[in-house]
């Protein structure tokens, strides 16, 4: 905007400058808002304040999580243990956040975001910009349904993507980590614009003309990685375990270029590719949840393994095998995707866990599919 058009914000180099909103304040959440910010204080073109959007919860000491937030400036439930920076404001009042934001964050878990977008019809502006760390996707009749592509629906503003091997304690940490911001055509200044707000010494940022290849990596990677999770509960072993990965990667990219066929092959060697498969087969919540039901021998449930190992963080794998199983099914797809299919049988109770390593000596029905073959 150009300070012709009018504005009410503050000014440089006659234009105006952006108003940063991260929406969503759990892990991953408060380590972007910590990102950001580090940076919203160097660039000239930002406004210095972060405000960070607080799904409002009472702690256990009766104080509200965005009042103490905001005294520490420590968010003491998702990440404990790490200053934010005195510029990040955390806010309960969604609509408050986002006024006069010109660029949104969205960060939550994917089951809330159709209900928080809702929420914000009316009050974001049409040249606003978002983009979306959310792994996740819904499924409708037509198929996937990115997170990206719900946002923009809802909003009607454009939404790039940010994924990668990201594992937020880590960065919180300003450990070496990468990154992959995923644009549309003709939208590469605005990829720009997104790589200078996230990228630091530490955190290294590319960009990539494919938003739903980084989208659907980003989220069919957890489904792989409650597969290792079974292995490791199930001391298979290193070898199993790479084998695993190895097909699920596969299962992947024929998935991906199966629903999109604009998908890149070489999306799957950046960071939101192997990258952030590595990491969330070896580090990551979903795997985490998945040796543990293992261990109990499929006999504990998912939700309650989440709640007592993941104190309020939410997991993924599950409901993200469970909806591509819904396009699998409704497409007569199942023998094509053997992997993605028995981590959907095994977290409904339908197969038991040893089942995951069976799925390895069968062949993919190419005949099922025309063309499919080519991508395996
Ligand atoms: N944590 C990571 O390392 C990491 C890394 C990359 C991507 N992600 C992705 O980022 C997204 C957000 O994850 P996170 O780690 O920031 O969150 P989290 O799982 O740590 O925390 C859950 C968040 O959901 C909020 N919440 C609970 N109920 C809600 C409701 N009804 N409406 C709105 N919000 C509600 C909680 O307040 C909390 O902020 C997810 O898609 C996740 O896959 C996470």
Redesign the pocket.
């Given at each position: 905007m150009t300070q012709e058009e009018g504005s009410h914000g503050e000014w440089c180099n006659g234009v105006a400058k952006q108003r940063v909103a991260v929406i969503?304040?759990?892990?991953?959440?408060?380590v972007a808002a910590k990102l950001i910010a580090s940076n919203t204080l160097r660039l000239k073109d930002f406004h210095d304040e972060v405000r960070m959007w607080?799904?409002e919860?009472t702690l256990q000491s009766g104080e509200k999580l965005s009042h103490v937030i905001n005294g520490n400036n420590e968010n003491v439930k998702?990440l404990p243990g790490v200053k934010l920076g005195k510029n990040v404001v955390a806010d309960p009042d969604l609509e408050h956040t986002v006024n006069d934001a010109t660029m949104l964050v969205f960060?939550?878990?994917?089951q809330?975001v159709e209900?928080?977008c809702k929420q914000l019809v009316g009050k974001v502006g049409p040249h606003v910009e978002a983009i979306s760390?959310?792994?996740?996707m819904e499924i409708r009749k037509e198929g996937c349904l990115m997170m990206s592509s719900l946002i923009t629906r809802i909003l009607r503003i454009n939404c790039c993507v940010l994924?990668g091997a990201?594992?937020?304690?880590e960065i919180a940490e300003e450990k070496l980590s990468e990154a992959t911001i995923g644009y549309r055509e003709d939208n590469k200044a605005v990829a720009d614009k997104w790589v200078r707000l996230f990228r630091t010494p530490y955190f290294l940022v590319a960009s990539v003309q494919d938003v739903e290849g980084i989208e659907l990596c980003?989220t069919l990677k957890?489904i792989v990685a409650v597969a290792a999770g079974f292995v490791d509960g199930l001391d298979m072993g290193t070898n199993t375990k790479a084998a695993i990965m190895r097909i699920g990667l596969r299962e992947m990219r024929v998935f991906s270029k199966l629903m999109f066929p604009s998908v890149q092959d070489t999306t799957f060697f950046e960071s939101c590719g192997v990258a952030d498969l590595i990491v969330t087969c070896w580090g990551?919540?979903n795997r985490k949840i998945a040796e543990a039901f293992a261990r109990a021998g499929g006999k504990r449930s998912f939700d309650e393994l989440e709640a007592e190992l993941?104190q309020?963080?939410?997991l993924?794998g599950v409901s993200t095998a469970y909806e591509v199983y819904q396009v699998l099914k409704h497409r007569g797809w199942q023998e094509l995707f053997p992997l993605f299919s028995t981590v959907h049988e095994i977290c409904a109770g339908l197969l038991p866990p040893t089942a995951i390593v069976e799925q390895c000596e069968r062949t993919p029905n190419f005949s099922l599919v025309e063309g499919s073959a080519e991508y395996y």
């Open positions: 969503g304040s759990g892990n991953w959440g408060s607080v799904f919860e998702y960060v939550i878990p994917h809330f209900g928080v760390l959310i792994k996740g994924m990201n594992l937020a304690s980003g957890n990551g919540r993941l309020g963080q939410k993924q």
